[in-house]
């Protein structure tokens, strides 16, 4: 799993669910305002256009407990982003919203190893990393991994899960198993 806390500068008008598929698009603007109507949700830009979408019945679940993250801190290697950029051209690039293209991670024996791929080939690049002891994996949307390299350079690992955070967002993932990997 993934999960992603943001608060809001402003406060909501009530409480909604929209599609993921909304989301992706919203995030691309500087929505500015909110309008909730029955079974319908608006979002205005500062030009004045107007974005709505459907809600989307139910109760969203407390989050809480997944967002909190005791654990070591981890650094990432100095050099990742850069290896983050030559990856991203072997990511899967798809356009359903469920299929974000991804990046695996993996921190083992000292040494961080980026994968991807594509249709066309694949990608891996070993890096060196000062944590001779941590153990574990993870898979992350490469374009979101690359602009947290503008903000920060760690990030919390606990047993099963990995954290990142700023401000006023969070950041978490479920780390795979070895049968996983």
Known sequence: YQIIQYQLKKKMPGNFLIPASSVKVLIK??????SLGENWVHFRTPEGTIFSSRTVEGEFPDIERFLDIEGDEFTFPGDMRESLNRANVFVKKETDVSNIPTVKVKVKNGELILTAQNEYGWF????????????????IGIEFLISLFDRLKTCKISDNKIGFAGDSWKHVIAIMSEDEE
């Open 29 to 34: 603007y500087d929505i500015q305002e909110i």
């Open 124 to 139: 891996e690049e070993r890096l060196k990393t000062e944590h001779k002891d941590a153990k574990f994996s993870f898979s």
